[in-house]
């Protein structure tokens, strides 16, 4: 059973091109989380969906970030517009139901 | 020793000894705590969770404690070895409704040195 897939791993952007990144859930999961951490920080949290509902996203930026989990393939968080304070490592979880999230690998993203 | 360094504080153990490394937490409400393991350049690895209900859980060569009166939690580490080396931090989850969300803490470095 695979386990929770990112990409890209890495990804650079100038500021003001957009951000796709990718998560694929753990096989029979149905929730997904993303995370946020900056260097020598803890995580935060900043949305959780579920298949095509977004249930919770007060940690996230109210412009330029959104975040979707269609019926079919990944959930994508996306930024638009990307300024030099996104770089971070961009973590995605999933679950089967409420309780333990299992993260895939992160995203680190470098804004130039 | 424990000490504070310029970001995450450091705990510096010699292999075969044991570890504890403490969090305390904000929201008294939270209902379900974990401990994560985060390797450098890699995502949190789940290492044990414990729910409000008990105070202490065993794992292998781990151990968690719950003070719920002075919001506290403690991850101790049996036998320290050199693959524990590794920031740890603790997440309590905070649920609102039917929505899960993990709030992490600042996180502890594990230093094991031979």
């Known amino acids: 059973n695979a386990g929770v897939m990112q990409n890209p791993r890495h990804l650079v952007r100038r500021r003001g091109q957009e951000a796709r990144l990718r998560c694929s859930p753990m096989?029979?999961?149905?929730?997904v989380y993303w995370y946020r951490q900056l260097p020598e920080e803890g995580l935060k949290f900043m949305v959780y969906?579920?298949?095509?509902?977004?249930?919770?996203e007060s940690g996230m930026p109210k412009e330029r970030f959104s975040a979707e989990f269609p019926k079919e393939g990944p959930s994508i968080l996306r930024i638009q517009q990307v300024v030099r304070g996104d770089s971070a490592a961009y973590f995605c979880?999933?679950?089967?139901?409420?309780?333990?999230?299992?993260f895939g690998p992160g995203t680190r993203l470098t804004v130039t | 020793g424990e000490s504070v360094g310029l970001h995450l504080p450091t705990l510096s153990v010699q292999e075969g000894d044991n570890s504890i490394i403490n969090c305390a937490y904000s929201?008294?409400?939270?209902?379900?705590f974990i401990w994560y393991k985060q390797e450098s350049g890699k995502g949190p690895q789940f290492i044990i969770d414990?729910?409000?209900?008990?105070d202490k859980r065993q794992g292998q060569r781990v151990t968690v404690l719950l003070n719920k009166t002075v919001k506290h939690l403690s991850l101790q580490i049996a036998a320290t070895q050199p693959g524990d080396s590794a920031v740890y931090f603790c997440?309590?989850?905070?649920?609102?409704?039917?929505?899960?969300?993990?709030?992490f803490g600042t996180g502890t470095r594990l230093q094991v040195t031979l």
């Open positions: 979880a999933s679950s089967p139901r409420q309780g333990q999230q299992y």
């Open positions: 969906l579920q298949k095509e509902n977004i249930i919770d």
């Open positions: 997440a309590e989850d905070s649920r609102t409704g039917t929505a899960s969300k993990l709030t």
């Open positions: 096989k029979g999961h149905s929730h």
């Open positions: 414990i729910r409000s209900n008990m």
């Open positions: 929201n008294s409400a939270s209902d379900y």
